[in-house]
């Protein structure tokens, strides 16, 4: 199944679901950044929730950012998701690994640090963005992000996330957030059943692997919630917006003297996208043009 996004509602609008496939682009993220499996995992589950969390926004242009910052081997990760279906995103330490877990999975948590904080940042393209911040709950990405939820939107909400990586890559990623709105949430037996189906759904990857669509997915939790499934299916990727040219007016920022610099000693310059990854050579010729600009512009 290709990468995309898929919402449904049920109980009379008084739930709102939203479901997420990723596996393709955390596979990109895997090998543009060479990530561990537990990175692969702890990144792929941070860009799935930046698109399930972004979903909900309204104006074309907004955009979620999610830092989290532990106190693990893996250091930190951030993510940027556009309502537009593009997610880029990286982590510190993108070799870190860890054994796995009690459970027998990989430790996110461990990797990530159980202590720390988690920045959601929304911006909807105009004025100042909406920032907030919890501290990190175990670490393992879905608690923190429901606990954000909890806390900074007051909306009961229920999220799963799950990314498997194995010797072949990322063949399996993805999420569902469902929320409880609050003429809904005053149905307590409502919301127990769905606490508790939700609960049960910690084998996300697992359907998803084993050829259950999204669709079908929303049918177990809510198909007898009077669930409505809308039709339109947006499709997501791995993307960043950087170029060339972009990095050319990061390196013009450094002012004449270390252009100079950095032809006299490098013949060049060398710049990589934390986002993606993407090595930018720019050439001594590059640089010299950097330098007639700049000096036009002091004498303009
Ligand atoms: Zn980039």
Do not use: W
């Not at 950012?65 to 532990?70: A, S, T």
């Not at 005053?186 to 990857?205: I, Q």
């Not at 669709?215 to 409505?228: A, C, K, Q, S, V």
């Not at 960043?240 to 610099?261: H, P």
Request: glycine share 12%.
């Amino acid at each position: 199944m290709a990468d995309q996004l898929i919402r449904a509602a049920a109980a009379e609008g008084g739930i709102r679901a939203v479901g997420v496939v990723s596996t393709r682009l955390t596979e990109e993220a895997r090998q543009r950044h060479k990530l561990s499996y537990v990175a692969t995992a702890a990144l792929g589950r941070t860009m799935t929730a930046g698109l399930l969390l972004v979903s909900s926004m309204k104006r074309a242009e907004s955009r979620v950012n999610i830092r989290v910052k532990g106190n693990g081997p893996l250091g930190g990760i951030l993510i940027d998701a556009g309502l537009d279906g593009t997610v880029r995103g990286y982590v510190d330490n993108p070799d870190a690994e860890l054994p796995p877990n009690a459970k027998g999975k990989l430790d996110v948590g461990g990797a990530v640090g159980h202590e720390g904080y988690l920045y959601v940042v929304r911006d909807v393209g105009y004025g100042y963005p909406y920032s907030s911040t919890v501290e990190l709950v175990s670490g393992e990405i879905g608690d923190d992000i429901s606990h954000y939820l909890v806390r900074s939107e007051q909306t009961p909400s229920a999220l799963v996330l799950g990314v498997f990586v194995g010797a072949q890559g990322v063949t399996a990623a993805g999420g569902v957030l469902i929320q409880v709105m609050p003429k809904a949430a005053e149905d307590e037996a409502l919301v127990r059943t769905l606490e508790s189906r939700v609960a049960e759904l910690s084998g996300f990857t697992p359907l998803l692997r084993a050829g259950k669509t999204l669709p079908e997915i929303f049918e177990h939790l809510l198909g007898d919630m009077g669930l409505t499934i809308f039709p339109e299916t947006q499709m997501l990727q791995f993307s960043c917006g950087c170029t060339f040219d972009r990095m050319l007016g990061a390196l013009k920022l450094l002012g004449e003297d270390e252009l100079r610099d950095m032809i006299e000693k490098d013949d060049g310059a060398e710049a990589t996208c934390h986002f993606c990854n993407e090595v930018y050579h720019a050439d001594s010729n590059d640089l010299e043009q950097l330098i007639v600009e700049l000096r036009s512009e002091m004498n303009g």
